[in-house]
């Protein structure tokens, strides 16, 4: 019997074995739930349902086709950064007219790719950028649709890395520009501007940073419409957290009723960027020990998943949770620093864990499903872990682990 307990908020897969997946597909291995991607798009898709609204999914989060498949299958838009996230989105069956593309850094080939496959609308971080926008649209002879993604100079009291809404940070257009900004957008010839847009950070645990966030941009919306701009679209971001350790962020169905007094008797569309709060705890990352390692500071259980393969741990100091997969009687308990192979000393996945485990055993790393797999990398020419999808009581392969060879493809030496 596996002791790995899967819990009502993380993967619903009574029928699967976890021994069973480390067997059949080794480690490190990813780990998703169909059906607990889709309760959690669902939440917020009812959470909003008595305003028009559209979720559009965070696809940095996690991009794995099978993921943004079983998620554009129950209609989802999706909220890009990327040519490469926009492809992805068409690959999986997802819809263009229901993407949007964020991110301070649009260049002029991703600029006319997302224009030609018709996206829903340019989220706008900048002047230049408009007129980037502008430019690539006049020459394809097409009218590009935008939003403007303001600053409100918000405090999301979350990680200083992730948080975007405050003044010093590099997104958005700051709230008080605002209406100048738009005034330029309107003047150019080949943007149609359709919205406001405003994402203040990630993993937030509170609603009131969002409630404040959105009194000041529903007060620019006003003040637009007195220059004479109709914003047809509120898009309010993603960041609302999930648990990890002891948070107890809000529902999405607390999340919109919060939101909601602001909304009513206003005519315009929601748009969400949730991808944290879909994806995160629909997944896991699984692990096997390959040594106990005792020293005289500490005890060290030194796994094959490393930061390569969840960074999130050594870039934010973040915790997860780590259980055995198999409850084991013939272990004593102690505490021990879980870490990688990598030559870093900063390559933890957590520190200081109660944990009855021996050589050989199986760990399962929770809430990795979001910020996972996406942020992996090859350091220490590592390949990247193999990616699977619980399905009922079916295990679907999603992604295989890379071979060593795949990792020096495209490369090559000097002839001479
Ligand atoms: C513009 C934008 N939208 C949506 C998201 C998704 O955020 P989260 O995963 O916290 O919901 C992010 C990341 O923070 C973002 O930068
Ligand atoms: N990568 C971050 C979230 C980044 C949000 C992107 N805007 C994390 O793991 O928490």
Not at 56 to 66: D, E, H, P
Not at 74 to 89: H, K
Not at 214 to 234: C, M
Request: aromatic share 8%; proline share 4%.
């Amino acid at each position: 019997m596996d002791y790995f307990q899967y819990q009502a908020d993380t993967l619903h897969a009574e029928n699967v074995s976890v021994t069973q997946i480390t067997q059949q597909y080794g480690t490190p291995t990813y780990v998703y739930s169909r059906a607990t991607l889709a309760r959690h798009w669902k939440a917020f898709d009812d959470a909003f349902s008595n305003h028009a609204h559209l979720v559009c999914y965070a696809v940095k989060a996690n991009s794995n086709l099978a993921v943004l498949n079983v998620l554009a299958r129950l209609g989802s838009g999706f909220d890009i950064v990327s040519a490469g996230e926009l492809a992805r989105v068409i690959a999986a069956g997802g819809e263009a007219a229901k993407t949007v593309f964020s991110g301070v850094g649009k260049n002029r080939e991703e600029i006319e790719y997302a224009l030609n496959q018709n996206i829903r609308c340019f989220n706008v971080e900048s002047i230049p950028e408009l007129a980037r926008i502008n430019d690539v649209a006049a020459m394809l002879n097409k009218v590009a649709p935008v939003s403007i993604r303001v600053n409100p100079d918000v405090d999301a009291q979350t990680h200083p890395y992730i948080s975007t809404g405050l003044k010093e940070n590099k997104f958005g257009i700051a709230i008080e520009d605002a209406r100048t900004v738009y005034q330029s957008a309107k003047q150019m010839s080949n943007l149609n501007v359709v919205g406001v847009d405003c994402h203040i950070g990630s993993q937030l645990t509170t609603v009131s940073p969002f409630v404040d966030a959105l009194k000041r941009v529903l007060t620019l919306i006003d003040e637009l419409a007195e220059d004479g701009i109709t914003i047809k679209h509120l898009d309010i971001g993603g960041g609302l957290g999930i648990h990890y350790r002891d948070e107890t962020p809000p529902t999405p169905a607390e999340y919109a009723e919060a939101l909601q007094p602001l909304l009513t008797d206003r005519d315009l569309e929601i748009l969400l960027e949730p991808g944290r709060a879909i994806a995160g705890n629909a997944g896991i990352l699984l692990t096997q020990v390959e040594f106990i390692k005792p020293t005289e500071a500490k005890q060290f259980a030194i796994v094959d998943a490393a930061m390569n393969d969840l960074l999130r741990p050594a870039l934010y100091q973040s915790w997860q949770e780590i259980q055995p997969v198999m409850l084991n009687s013939d272990a004593e308990e102690a505490t021990y620093d879980i870490v990688g192979p990598i030559c870093e000393t900063g390559d933890f996945l957590g520190k200081d864990r109660l944990l009855a485990i021996k050589q050989g055993d199986f760990l399962a790393i929770r809430s990795a499903g979001a910020y996972g797999f996406t942020m992996s990398s090859n350091y220490n020419s590592r390949p990247r872990a193999a990616e699977v999808m619980v399905d009922g009581d079916q295990v679907h392969l999603v992604r295989e682990r890379e071979t060593i060879e795949s990792l020096y493809a495209g490369e090559h030496i000097l002839q001479a």
